[in-house]
């Protein structure tokens, strides 16, 4: 007999109202995920309305799964209307943080932006620049 193994995923989703976070973890309980953290579901203001909604509900649970069963639950999450968008990734997950859930995903390096000095040799004056706008412009 073979044991299934698991594997560590993300979802993180907007819903349109409190009741679809619940939602989304029912049916993660039902495809036989086990729930490592349920972060708080926050109401946020959307960049762009989606339908009509200028605000939904967003939330964010650490599981983990069988691999097999992840298409199953991605068509599952697109049938229910309560779920507005969501998000299954295979985080990078830390290891032996002393605070906090089981596995938290580490978090990102920053990419660093190469120093730009500037010259004061460089620096044109406004006059100058007056000037050559009105070149620009009579010809």
Same mark, same amino acid.
């Given at each position: 007999?073979? #044991?299934?193994?698991? +594997?560590?995923?993300?979802? %993180?989703?907007?819903?349109?109202?409190?009741?679809?976070? #619940?939602? !989304?973890?029912?049916?993660?309980?039902? $495809?036989?995920?086990?729930?490592? @953290?349920? %972060?708080?579901?926050?109401?946020?203001? &959307?960049?762009?309305?989606?339908?009509? @909604?200028?605000?939904?509900? @967003?939330?964010?649970?650490?599981? /983990?799964?069988?691999? #097999?069963?992840?298409?199953?639950? /991605?068509?599952? &999450? +697109? &049938?229910?209307?309560?779920?507005?968008?969501? &998000?299954?990734?295979?985080?990078? @997950? =830390?290891?032996?943080?002393?605070?906090?859930?089981?596995? !938290?995903?580490? $978090?990102?390096?920053?990419?660093?932006?190469? +120093?730009?000095?500037?010259?004061?040799?460089? =620096?044109?004056?406004?006059?100058?620049? #007056?000037? /050559?706008?009105?070149?620009?412009?009579? +010809?």
């Amino acid at each position: 007999m073979e #044991e299934t193994i698991l +594997k560590s995923y993300e979802i %993180g989703y907007l819903v349109k109202n409190e009741d679809g976070a #619940e939602a !989304v973890i029912r049916e993660l309980k039902r $495809q036989g995920a086990q729930i490592l @953290f349920d %972060g708080e579901v926050k109401n946020i203001k &959307l960049a762009y309305p989606i339908g009509h @909604f200028s605000s939904a509900y @967003f939330g964010y649970t650490h599981f /983990k799964i069988d691999p #097999e069963l992840i298409s199953n639950l /991605k068509n599952t &999450l +697109k &049938l229910d209307n309560q779920i507005t968008r969501f &998000l299954i990734i295979t985080p990078p @997950f =830390a290891k032996d943080r002393s605070s906090g859930p089981e596995s !938290v995903p580490a $978090q990102p390096r920053r990419a660093t932006r190469p +120093k730009i000095e500037a010259s004061v040799e460089t =620096a044109v004056s406004n006059d100058l620049l #007056e000037e /050559k706008l009105e070149e620009i412009l009579n +010809k």
